[in-house]
């Protein structure tokens, strides 16, 4: 048990790692420097930059070392929660980014909590009532939740909602909470709006659980230890709760790892469309600003968040699932 | 499989007999052919990349053409029957300013019919990048194909939606298919290094998989695009965005390589080449490879959508192709602005084709995946 523990642990850094040189990649990647763009944008507002003051610049940056000197700086930086300022907002990047990244994880986390709900109680439907009608709809829902993105769904749904409820249905808060301070009155307001989006985030992922789980107990329910349970009398519901769901449900679980990922992955650019106040729409912009600072730092926290997550959902997995405790023995 | 014949004796019936000398192929066809979804699925992917091949025949106006004074022309509908006769025609379109909310409005009169002729000649074009040709399906008499025909309405800049998505098709199935093409090849490489050397070697790269499929991809894919310099030709995005893509992409496919390379690996048919003194790269080569060559396809008929998906996010996102390329995410961006949209709901037509060949390709690579073992129940 201890044993699987630390290999997850381990992985967990070693893919904190991985995104970091990613990260850092994403800050080298485009032609010339941070001063570079800096001093053209400087000149596009009409000031001129001497050359003594860039090179003051680059050596605060430390842009006349090499570039692993440069990333061991920048890392070292960033684990004390400096992250450089971000050039295009003239402020420091933890600022602009704000209460968005906690944002982004409220918006996926409540699409995983939807993908759970959701998929659980209708796999094990169309599992019991294989082949009747409730099971096609569910699969041909599902069948549309796999093949639309979700950007594409949710321009889709915004169409309908302008067309038909003559309403914006995008955003997370009403106007009048936007720019307010947190209160309770402003979480409730946020619980209101996040149904849409889970569901938008959750169709495709639910999609596939609700696949994986059918499947699964089908197989299950098929094995004679199930005939003997109703044989000696267990009642229909119990049969199939007791054991078999079990059973099922231990690659369910097993599958939540990649689910995580790829739900705050499609979060950012379901952001846009909905406009979203979360880490999406402020990455697109300082990207194609080439505010690289800040577009490299949003991709760092939302890979260690991922990983964080994937670390809780593997120690859950391990609750769940008792072979995988016993494997470290 | 010929002794099946001898111990069935006089039992056997002619259907079985046939079954037991089928090839391996020809068991798998026997099976897909049973699985309808896959079997339509098939067609719509064989119809699409008929499109791809003749886009420019299909198209009748030239996508690039812009004309302001076009711009969000709504969807025109042919009119096949003049006076009881069959004589495919359009109405003639005017547009107008409304005198209340100056928008631009247009209005059909029927009393101005355009012929439309098939096979007509309209813009030059080169078929298969070889054969210089003017034939297109449709085109008008009298007048231009890009002055009269809107079947599927305009965009913004009064470029005709039907010729775009046609010419959008080309290149959004093309970059699926040489995606997945290089994630192959890595998925190969990598999974059948695993997948046979084990040990270290296996240990290494399944780390590396793991790390990548537990990285949330658009921010990086995001990124990575938005470095890609602005002067770049089309070409040359083409091939970095084909890139970028795979470098995630190949994990899945290596996933399914490596589980086939365990499982064979332990086969007796391997143990017997190896003992009748088989190189390794012929053991892999002639005697593997074939045996999980159904199970690549399928797992690559599978990957496609996910690729297709893929591309169509970045470039929506415009961090993918840029225009003038034209493909379905470049031709979503118009439909970014939601107003936009709700004014011309036209512009959202794209997201059709796009969840129609994820939808075919899906069906496709369940029922390759079911074929793909022909002889399990």
Redesign the interface.
Known sequence: MLSYIVRRLL?SV??VW??SM??FA?IQ???GDYVSAYIAQMQAMGTLLSEQEAANLRILYGLDQPVYVQYLKWVGLAVQGNFGMSMEWGRPVLDVIGDRIWLTLMVSLSAVVFTWIVALPIGIYSAIRQYSLGDYVFTFIG??G????S??LA??L??LG??LLDA?I?GLFSVEYADAAWSLDKLWDLMQHLPLPALILGLAGTAQMIRIMRANLLDELRKPYVVAARARGLSHTRSVLKYPVRVALNPFASTI??LF??I???S??VS??LSLPTVGPV??KA??A?DMFL??T??LL??VM??IG?FVSDLLLMWIDPRIRMEGR | MAEAVVTGGAFTTAAEERISVATQWQLMWWRFRKHRLALVGGIVVIIFYLVVIGADFLAYSDPHASEAQRGLLPPQFIQFFDEGRFRPHVYAIKGKRDPVTFKRVYVADPEDKIPIRFFASGFEYRFLGIIPSNVHLLGVEGTTAEESIFLLGTDTQGRDLFSRLMYGTRISLTIGLASVALSLFLGILLGGLSGFYGGAVDTVIQ?IV???????????W???A??L?REWSIIQVYFAITIIISLIGWTELARVVRGKFLALREEDFVMAAELAGCGRMRIIFVHMVPSFLSHIIAATTLAL?AMI?SE??LS????GLRPPAISWGVL?QQ??N??A??IS?WL?LP?VP??VA??AF?FLGDGLRDAADPYGI
Request: charge should be positive; hydrophobic fraction near 60%.
């Open positions: 992985l070693l893919t991985a995104v990613l990260s994403i990647l485009p032609p069948f549309i796999l093949a639309v993105p950007f594409m321009l889709v915004m169409y302008f067309v914006n995008g790892g990649y990922p790829y705050v992955s499609g950012i650019i846009l469309v990455l697109l990207l194609i080439q577009a490299g949003i991709v939302l890979g991922t990983v994937t | 780390r793991e790390v990548l499929r537990s990285i949330p991809t658009i921010p990086l995001m990124g990575l938005a470095a310099p959508p998906i169509t996010s929506f996102l415009g961090l979503l439909a970014q939601i107003q949209v709700a709901s959202l997201v796009v969840v994820v939808l899906n």
